[in-house]
């Protein structure tokens, strides 16, 4: 098993930044991908950024350049920066952890097999 546990939302005004962090805990070697969702109300949860065990990331389109994922691996704790934040980005995130690769459960968000409780994340324009 794996637990996760989220904090770092708030409120911000857009172009603002926030730091969200995922404290990990339990078998997470057998997660190769560690990642942030969200979801939006009235919305699919979808996959915003993967740290893979390599250490390689993925990315949504809709965040490159301004989110920046990362751990602590003494710590077992797992960031995403978010900058320049837009109304847009207003959501719940999620941090959650996968048997497959980020490439693929950012995109089927379905196969993941761990998920936090999420922190939300609001962004007013």
């Known amino acids: 098993q794996v637990q996760l546990v989220e904090s770092g939302g708030d409120s911000v005004q857009a172009g603002g930044s926030l730091r969200l962090s995922c404290a990990a805990s339990g078998y997470t070697y057998r997660s190769p991908c560690m990642g942030w969702f969200r979801q939006a109300p009235g919305k699919e949860r979808e996959g915003v950024a993967g740290l893979n065990s390599d250490e390689s990331t993925t990315y949504a389109d809709s965040v490159k350049g301004r989110f920046t994922i990362s751990k602590d691996s003494a710590k077992n704790i797992l960031y995403l920066q978010m900058n320049s934040l837009k109304a847009e980005d207003t959501a719940m995130y999620y941090c959650?952890?996968?048997?497959?690769?980020?490439?693929?459960?950012?995109?089927?968000?379905?196969?993941?097999?761990?998920w936090g409780q999420g922190t939300q994340v609001t962004v007013s324009s």
């Open positions: 959650a952890a996968s048997r497959r690769s980020c490439w693929y459960s950012l995109r089927a968000p379905s196969i993941v097999n761990y």
